[in-house]
C-alpha cells in the first residue's frame, strides 16, 4: 500500500458478512463468516479457560487472549477465496496442497493491505502454510523467533540454552493453539448441525455424525468436558435454558 493510501485491511475485514458458509448443504438457517468466527473465538477462548481451571497440570496451558487472535483470523483468508466445501477441500493431498497455496496468497493480499509496521504484529495469527510458501513471499519475513533473545550471534552456550527453552515453550504453546482453535472450529460446525436438526432439517444428519467423531476421538480433557457439560444445553429451547438458572 502507498503512503497516502487509507488501510484497507479492516474494512476488507467487515465484509466477513458476505461470505455464506454450508454451500453445499440445504440450510434452514444461513450462517456467515463473520457469525462462524464469533462462535469460534468463543469457544476457543471457553477451552482455554476450562483446560487451566479444571486441568491445571495438562501442558501447555496457552494463553486464552491468544486463543480469541488466533480463532478470530483463523478464516479470513476466505474474504478473498470463499467458503471452499470440506469435501472439495480435502479431495485428496493435491488438492489440499494447491488450496493452501490458494490460502497464502489471500493471506498475503491482506497483509499487503496493512501498514509495514502493522505487518509483524498481526503475522503471528493468521493460520498460513510455511510449507508451500513462495521464496518471494512476504510472510518469509515475519519469523516469530528471530529476535535477539534467539539470534545465535554473540551469545554463550547457557544463553543459547535458555533461548531454545524459550522458543520450545513458544513452538508448543502455539501448536497447542491451533489445536484448540481447530477443536472450536469443529464445535461451531457441531452447534450447526444440531441447530439444523432440531428445526427438522435432516440435511445435517451426516454431517453430524461424522463431526461428532472427531471431536469424540480427540483426547484433549477440556474438550470433552466442553462436550460433556456444555453441549447438552443446544438440544434445550428458549423456556428450558431460562429455567436452569432457577434450579
Not at 14 to 19: A, E, F, G, H, L
Not at 64 to 91: C, Q
Not at 99 to 108: D, P
Not at 145 to 166: G, W
Request: glycine letters at 2%; hydrophobic letters at 40%; proline letters at 5%.
Amino acid at each position: 500500500m502507498k503512503n497516502n493510501d487509507p488501510v484497507a485491511f479492516f474494512a476488507m475485514l467487515y465484509r466477513m458478512k458476505y461470505i455464506e458458509r454450508w454451500g453445499l448443504m440445504r440450510n434452514t438457517e444461513k450462517e456467515n463468516l463473520k457469525e462462524h468466527t464469533f462462535d469460534v473465538a468463543l469457544f476457543a477462548h471457553a477451552l482455554c479457560e476450562i483446560r487451566q481451571v479444571y486441568f491445571p497440570d495438562e501442558q501447555p496451558q496457552p494463553d486464552p487472549g491468544k486463543a480469541v487472535l488466533y480463532a478470530l483470523y483463523h478464516d479470513a483468508s476466505e474474504i478473498i477465496t470463499g467458503d471452499l466445501p470440506t469435501p472439495v477441500k480435502y479431495f485428496n493431498p493435491q488438492m489440499r496442497s494447491q488450496y493452501s497455496e490458494v490460502e497464502n496468497y489471500a493471506i498475503e493480499h491482506l497483509f499487503k493491505m496493512l501498514p509495514e509496521k502493522l505487518r509483524q504484529r498481526y503475522a503471528e495469527y493468521f493460520p498460513y502454510d510455511v510449507n508451500v510458501l513462495s521464496k518471494n513471499s512476504i510472510l518469509q519475513e515475519h519469523n516469530l523467533f528471530t529476535d535477539e533473545l534467539n539470534s545465535s550471534e554473540n551469545k554463550n552456550t547457557a544463553d543459547t540454552e535458555i533461548a531454545d527453552l524459550v522458543e520450545d515453550r513458544a513452538i508448543s504453546e502455539k501448536k497447542y493453539l491451533h489445536k484448540i482453535v481447530k477443536q472450536a472450529d469443529r464445535l461451531a460446525a457441531y452447534i450447526k448441525c444440531i441447530i439444523e436438526i432440531k428445526q427438522g432439517n435432516t440435511e445435517f444428519v451426516d454431517a453430524a455424525e461424522a463431526t461428532k467423531a472427531k471431536l469424540l476421538n480427540d483426547g484433549s480433557p477440556e474438550l470433552h468436558w466442553f462436550m460433556e457439560n456444555v453441549l447438552p444445553a443446544y438440544q434445550l429451547n428458549l423456556d428450558q435454558l431460562q429455567a436452569l438458572q432457577n434450579e
